[in-house]
């Protein structure tokens, strides 16, 4: 993917990302929403549910993939990049270290509580529970509940 290089191809590609995203955020119930996160990219099972005012990474949302019944609750953020910062060095700007993009997977029945931020390259286990205001920066198992910032499993019920 291209990184911070812009295009006409990528420019518009951006804009049409950030109007289905737009539209989907201003949608209700929750399951009509699902069409537009769809058009943007976003790989979406049956009977899940993302909620209002999650804000899905515009710039990748193609790398976001969730499986079958699983619950975003509102607030969560989906990151897919960030700043390579293996190219930081002093004097330089952090902006100037390229992006680096890696998915999500949030697998079948997994629930997202209020305001957890989900960070690239992320699985979350099928039936993991993550708490509210979490920061999960790395996988987490099936069938337990994750919480804190960066998120650690407090009870797995395997
Ligand atoms: C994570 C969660 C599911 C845990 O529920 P639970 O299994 O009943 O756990 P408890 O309330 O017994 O808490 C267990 C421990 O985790 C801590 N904890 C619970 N939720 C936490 C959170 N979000 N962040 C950090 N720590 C948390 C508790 O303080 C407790 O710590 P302690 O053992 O040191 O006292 C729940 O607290 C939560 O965050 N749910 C999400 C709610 C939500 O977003 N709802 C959306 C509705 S649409």
Known sequence: MA???R???NVCRGIWNRLCLGIA???FPAQVRNPF???AGVKI???SKIGATVDIDHSAPELIIIGNNVWVTRGVMLLCHQRNLAQYEVGKPVMDCELKYAPIVIKDGAHIGIGAIIMPGVTIGEG???GAGSVVTRDIPPYC???GAPA???KSFI
């Open 45 to 47: 099972g049956k009977g």
């Open 128 to 130: 993991a529970v993550i």
């Open 25 to 27: 955020r201003l949608l």
């Open 152 to 154: 650690k499993v407090i």
């Open 7 to 9: 295009t006409i191809g």
């Open 37 to 39: 996160y769809r058009m």
């Open 3 to 5: 990184n911070n290089h």
């Open 145 to 147: 509940v994750a919480v």
